[in-house]
């Protein structure tokens, strides 16, 4: 989408231009808090704030993350204010339409520079004392730009650029590493289970409103890592908000609890998991009934139809993650050790008439909406695990992640290295790349020779 400019290259030639201690920066080995192949967590990754402070460094600063769907820009200065990590960024349409991404920081005293959630703009102007840049990071106007030294150049102090911004069939990304491994290389066979959302309409998605945002008290990680991995919850967790959904308001039992399914973990720590099932279905009736499923199995295949393309939860690492038959979106904004915030779309197929989008976005409020009767079930337990995690012992105590351990394989049906729906093998994939990068320099820490 966008490559740097020449005048935010010589803008983003200022990073880390003033040397920094080293106190400042110092890694932890987190080889020994990660046993993956083990299936052993251990408890310090989710509440100390030193790994808090290099995730920012080393999986924030360097990971394709979520910025916002394609269809929130229409014309040039349309604009969205987001996070990667907890770095405060604009994204906007330039005049020639393309998508980019600045830092929301004025690069005079650093204020925020746009401060409203989303609307359109001409220029981002500061509220400080006026500085204005334009739709292409430039620094336009200086109130008083006379009394600046003789060698004050406008364009070293344009607005920080995202140096890399790809999507992927309506979602947009960004990347601090103008050398990261492109978006769709990242995400490799983890294209096939989005697919089964993001591709089963030949005009694509849209978002439809606004954005939910909502604050959970527990480390970022809890959510990213249960909806890469995590079916094993559904029957326990969610049991009550399952009985009102059910036609005969019975609780999930037998039946449910051998449901077949597949779950997929891949090396850059993305996940997916779905049961499977040859009448596969949307909940929402309008939304079943909106569909033709023959036309759908022509398109994507048998197996995408019979299982991702419905009941999944994924997460594409580190922090962004869905439900297709939901038609959720949703990024898991880090906020310190301790909590997150939540931002959640409502995503559907561009062609599908309004009411039945209307049922759609009526069924993701009903179940995984603010209060939705199934996401309530999910916060209360990340947040049960984040408010007793400070203990000493308890803060000793490793914990589980051995479901279906050895059983990862390809099964010649799903892409890549599937395990059974009930197991935590997604989990693992996710903790073995958290763990690779949290041990591999990163992008800003290479040095010149290097
Ligand atoms: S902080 Fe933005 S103009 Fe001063
Ligand atoms: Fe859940």
Avoid at 135 to 149: D, F, I, R, T, W
Avoid at 150 to 164: M, S, Y
Avoid at 241 to 269: C, D, H, Y
Avoid at 311 to 327: I, M, R
Wanted: hydrophobic share 35%.
């Amino acid at each position: 989408m966008s490559d740097c400019t020449s005048h935010t290259s010589e803008a983003n030639a200022s990073i880390g231009r003033m040397s920094r201690p080293e106190a400042f920066t110092q890694n932890i080995d987190v080889s020994t808090l990660v046993d993956s192949d083990g299936g052993l967590i251990d408890r310090s990754i989710y509440t100390e704030t030193s790994i808090y402070a290099q995730e920012q460094r080393r999986i924030f600063a360097r990971s394709w993350l979520f910025l916002a769907h394609t269809s929130q820009f229409k014309k040039p200065g349309d604009f969205f204010t987001t996070f990667m990590g907890e770095d405060p960024i604009i994204v906007t349409m330039d005049k020639t339409k393309t998508i980019r991404a600045y830092l929301n920081s004025c690069r005079h005293r650093g204020v925020r520079l746009c401060r409203a959630d989303a609307g359109a703009t001409k220029m981002f102007t500061c509220t400080y004392h006026g500085w204005s840049f334009d739709l292409a990071g430039a620094l336009q106007s200086v109130p008083n730009e006379k009394a600046y030294p003789e060698d004050f150049d406008r364009k070293q102090w344009g607005l920080i650029e995202v140096p890399n911004v790809q999507s992927y069939k309506g979602l947009i990304f960004g990347n601090w590493d103008k050398d990261a491994q492109s978006l769709e290389e990242n995400l490799g066979d983890m294209r096939y289970y989005m697919d089964a959302m993001l591709d089963r309409d030949p005009e694509g998605t849209e978002v439809m409103g606004g954005v939910m945002k909502w604050t959970l008290e527990g480390n970022w990680k809890l959510a990213a890592e249960q909806f890469a991995t995590d079916w094993y919850h559904v029957n326990m967790s969610h049991a009550s908000a399952l009985m009102v959904l059910s036609p005969t308001g019975r609780g999930p039992k037998a039946e449910i609890a051998a449901t077949p399914g597949r779950q997929f973990g891949s090396e850059n720590g993305h996940g997916a998991g779905f049961p499977t099932h040859p009448k596969s279905r949307f909940d929402a009736r309008p939304v079943h009934e909106y569909y033709d499923y023959e036309a759908l199995r022509e398109r994507l295949g048998d197996a995408a139809v019979e299982g991702p393309m419905t009941t999944g939860h994924a997460t594409v690492f580190p922090n962004f993650s869905y439900l297709p038959v939901n038609g959720s979106i949703r990024v898991w904004h880090p906020k310190g050790p301790d909590k997150m915030e939540v931002w959640a779309w409502v995503l559907v197929d561009k062609s599908m008439p309004d009411e039945v989008k209307d049922a759609q976005r009526l069924y993701n409020l009903r179940t995984f909406g603010p209060s939705g009767i199934f996401e309530a079930d999910d916060g209360e337990n990340w947040s049960e695990i984040q408010a007793i995690s400070h203990g000493f012992v308890t803060n000793n105590v490793p914990l589980n992640f051995q479901m279906g351990i050895g059983s990862e394989r390809n099964d010649g049906t799903y892409p890549g290295q599937t395990s059974e729906l009930y197991s935590d093998a997604a989990g693992r994939a996710f903790y073995r790349h958290w763990s690779k990068q949290m041990n591999t320099p990163a992008w800003h820490e290479r040095t010149e020779q290097a």
